[in-house]
Nanobody
Framework: QVQLVESGGGSVQAGESLRLSCEVS????????MGWFRQAPGKEREGVAF???????RYTTSVRGRFTISQDNAKNTVYLQMNSLKPEDTAMYYC??????????????????WGQGTQVTVSS
Protein backbone atom coordinates (compact mmCIF):
# COMPACT_ATOMS: atom_id res chain seq x y z
CA GLN A 1 0.00 0.00 0.00
CA VAL A 2 1.41 3.35 -1.06
CA GLN A 3 1.58 5.95 1.68
CA LEU A 4 2.65 9.57 1.57
CA VAL A 5 3.34 11.50 4.76
CA GLU A 6 3.97 15.25 4.67
CA SER A 7 5.71 17.29 7.34
CA GLY A 8 7.34 20.66 7.77
CA GLY A 9 4.41 23.03 7.67
CA GLY A 10 4.00 25.87 10.12
CA SER A 11 3.37 29.55 10.67
CA VAL A 12 5.92 32.08 9.46
CA GLN A 13 6.23 35.76 8.62
CA ALA A 14 6.26 37.02 5.06
CA GLY A 15 9.72 36.72 3.55
CA GLU A 16 10.69 33.69 5.61
CA SER A 17 11.26 30.13 4.44
CA LEU A 18 9.91 26.65 5.08
CA ARG A 19 10.84 23.23 3.78
CA LEU A 20 8.13 20.64 3.35
CA SER A 21 8.94 16.94 3.23
CA CYS A 22 6.95 14.06 1.80
CA GLU A 23 8.06 10.57 2.72
CA VAL A 24 6.84 7.90 0.32
CA SER A 25 6.53 4.24 1.19
CA UNK A 26 5.01 1.10 -0.26
CA UNK A 27 5.65 1.73 -3.95
CA UNK A 28 7.68 -0.43 -6.28
CA UNK A 29 7.36 1.58 -9.45
CA UNK A 30 10.29 2.34 -11.69
CA UNK A 31 8.55 5.49 -12.86
CA UNK A 32 7.05 8.21 -10.70
CA UNK A 33 5.76 11.74 -10.90
CA MET A 34 5.54 13.62 -7.63
CA GLY A 35 3.59 16.80 -7.19
CA TRP A 36 2.97 19.36 -4.50
CA PHE A 37 -0.50 20.84 -4.50
CA ARG A 38 -2.10 23.42 -2.26
CA GLN A 39 -5.59 24.47 -1.34
CA ALA A 40 -6.52 27.70 0.35
CA PRO A 41 -9.90 28.15 2.06
CA GLY A 42 -12.63 28.72 -0.49
CA LYS A 43 -10.34 28.02 -3.43
CA GLU A 44 -9.72 25.09 -5.70
CA ARG A 45 -6.70 22.87 -5.24
CA GLU A 46 -3.84 23.94 -7.49
CA GLY A 47 -0.64 22.28 -8.57
CA VAL A 48 2.46 24.06 -7.30
CA ALA A 49 5.50 22.01 -8.28
CA PHE A 50 6.23 18.71 -9.99
CA UNK A 51 9.22 16.43 -10.43
CA UNK A 52 9.50 13.36 -12.62
CA UNK A 53 11.50 10.15 -12.57
CA UNK A 54 14.50 11.89 -14.12
CA UNK A 55 14.40 14.91 -11.85
CA UNK A 56 12.86 17.36 -14.31
CA UNK A 57 10.91 20.05 -12.51
CA ARG A 58 7.92 22.19 -13.30
CA TYR A 59 6.38 25.05 -11.34
CA THR A 60 3.28 27.11 -11.41
CA THR A 61 3.98 30.71 -12.34
CA SER A 62 3.23 32.20 -8.94
CA VAL A 63 5.99 30.24 -7.17
CA ARG A 64 8.64 30.03 -9.88
CA GLY A 65 11.93 31.40 -8.59
CA ARG A 66 10.84 31.08 -4.94
CA PHE A 67 10.02 27.38 -4.54
CA THR A 68 12.21 24.40 -5.37
CA ILE A 69 11.09 20.80 -5.58
CA SER A 70 13.66 18.05 -5.13
CA GLN A 71 13.83 14.37 -4.32
CA ASP A 72 16.15 12.07 -2.42
CA ASN A 73 15.59 8.62 -3.86
CA ALA A 74 17.71 6.97 -1.17
CA LYS A 75 15.34 8.36 1.46
CA ASN A 76 12.20 8.03 -0.67
CA THR A 77 11.46 11.63 0.17
CA VAL A 78 10.38 14.60 -1.88
CA TYR A 79 10.95 18.15 -0.65
CA LEU A 80 9.50 21.54 -1.34
CA GLN A 81 11.80 24.38 -0.35
CA MET A 82 9.75 27.54 -0.06
CA ASN A 83 11.59 30.86 0.12
CA SER A 84 10.35 34.44 0.21
CA LEU A 85 6.96 33.29 1.39
CA LYS A 86 3.97 35.54 0.87
CA PRO A 87 0.60 35.67 2.64
CA GLU A 88 -1.00 34.35 -0.54
CA ASP A 89 1.02 31.15 -0.12
CA THR A 90 -1.11 30.32 2.91
CA ALA A 91 -2.81 26.98 2.26
CA MET A 92 -2.92 23.31 3.08
CA TYR A 93 -0.13 21.67 1.12
CA TYR A 94 -0.42 18.13 -0.17
CA CYS A 95 2.02 15.85 -1.91
CA UNK A 96 0.78 13.39 -4.49
CA UNK A 97 2.18 10.55 -6.57
CA UNK A 98 1.40 9.13 -9.99
CA UNK A 99 2.90 6.17 -11.79
CA UNK A 100 4.03 8.27 -14.73
CA UNK A 101 7.54 8.30 -16.16
CA UNK A 102 8.00 11.93 -17.25
CA UNK A 103 6.22 15.08 -18.36
CA UNK A 104 4.30 15.18 -15.11
CA UNK A 105 0.68 16.28 -15.46
CA UNK A 106 -0.52 19.28 -13.50
CA UNK A 107 -4.08 18.15 -12.95
CA UNK A 108 -4.90 16.70 -9.56
CA UNK A 109 -7.01 13.93 -11.03
CA UNK A 110 -3.94 12.41 -12.64
CA UNK A 111 -2.52 11.62 -9.21
CA UNK A 112 -3.83 8.54 -7.46
CA UNK A 113 -1.96 8.72 -4.17
CA TRP A 114 -2.14 11.61 -1.71
CA GLY A 115 -0.81 12.57 1.66
CA GLN A 116 -2.88 13.99 4.48
CA GLY A 117 -1.62 17.55 4.04
CA THR A 118 0.41 20.00 6.08
CA GLN A 119 -0.69 23.55 6.84
CA VAL A 120 1.39 26.56 5.83
CA THR A 121 0.38 29.95 7.19
CA VAL A 122 2.19 33.12 6.19
CA SER A 123 1.39 36.35 7.98
CA SER A 124 2.23 39.83 6.79
Amino acid sequence: QVQLVESGGGSVQAGESLRLSCEVSGYTWSSRCMGWFRQAPGKEREGVAFIDTFGSQRYTTSVRGRFTISQDNAKNTVYLQMNSLKPEDTAMYYCAAAQILWNCPEGEYEYKYWGQGTQVTVSS
